[in-house]
T-cell receptor
Framework: AQSVTQPDIHITVSEGASLELRCNYS??????LFWYVQSPGQGLQLLLK??????LVQGIKGFEAEFKRSQSSFNLRKPSVHWSDAAEYFC???????????FGKGTHLIIQP | KAGVTQTPRYLIKTRGQQVTLSCSPI?????VSWYQQTPGQGLQFLFE???????NKGNFPGRFSGRQFSNSRSEMNVSTLELGDSALYLC????????????FGSGTRLTVV
């Protein structure tokens, strides 16, 4: 069965600092990988996705993620965070088709002024 | 183009009642999947529909059911509501294989009292 692990429940960073959110997946083959962001009371907004090809993917809002097969990781990065980035971030994976998404528990990002 | 529309946004029901939630996918998307989000369990996959057929189901009791219509709109039903069914229910639409990513609606917040 697939599983996704986000080791950090909470992360606090200062505005303007760099950010890295960790995600590890467990799947027999290379899954489709996603990062979503959720603001309180809202649905999930897709930040970026990886299916194949270039292992560094660019997303919206200045985010990027790097797929590392050897480490089964898909970490999300941003060079300089803004106060508006404060939210819950979810990493997800799927084998595609009817599998549905398997999500990590999420990382709550707090931005310090 | 219009996003994924979920109705209603909020719902309060009494234990033992049943509830029906609706999801209209993005035009052209034929796959609709449903997720339950709770603070304790996080985001969990309920089921996925494609062309009016349920292709996959998560680990939920039979009280949770769904269907999809010929226009790809989907409904999910929960019968004999329990307090533990209180959650944010999210639906996501995608093309068949999910390569285009999964677009989520804003969710329906169900409270069971």
């Amino acid at each position: 069965a697939q599983s996704v692990t986000q080791p950090d429940i909470h992360i606090t960073v200062s505005e303007g600092a760099s950010l890295e959110l960790r995600c590890n997946y467990s799947y027999g083959a290379t899954p489709y990988l996603f990062w979503y962001v959720q603001s309180p009371g809202q649905g999930l907004q897709l930040l970026l996705k990886y299916f194949s090809g270039d292992t560094l993917v660019q997303g919206i809002k200045g985010f990027e993620a790097e797929f590392k097969r050897s480490q089964s990781s898909f970490n999300l990065r941003k060079p300089s965070v803004h106060w508006s980035d404060a939210a819950e971030y979810f990493c997800g994976s799927t084998g595609g088709g009817a599998d549905g998404l398997t999500f990590g528990k999420g990382t709550h990002l707090i931005i310090q002024p | 183009k219009a996003g994924v529309t979920q109705t209603p946004r909020y719902l309060i029901k009494t234990r033992g009642q049943q509830v029906t939630l609706s999801c209209s996918p993005i035009s052209g998307h034929r796959s609709v999947s449903w997720y339950q989000q709770t603070p304790g369990q996080g985001l969990q996959f309920l089921f996925e529909y494609f062309s009016e057929t349920q292709r996959n189901k998560g680990n939920f009791p039979g009280r949770f059911s769904g269907r999809q219509f010929s226009n790809s709109r989907s409904e999910m039903n929960v019968s004999t509501l329990e307090l533990g069914d209180s959650a944010l229910y999210l639906c996501a639409s995608s093309l068949d294989t999910g390569e285009g990513g999964y677009t989520f609606g804003s969710g329906t917040r169900l409270t069971v009292v």
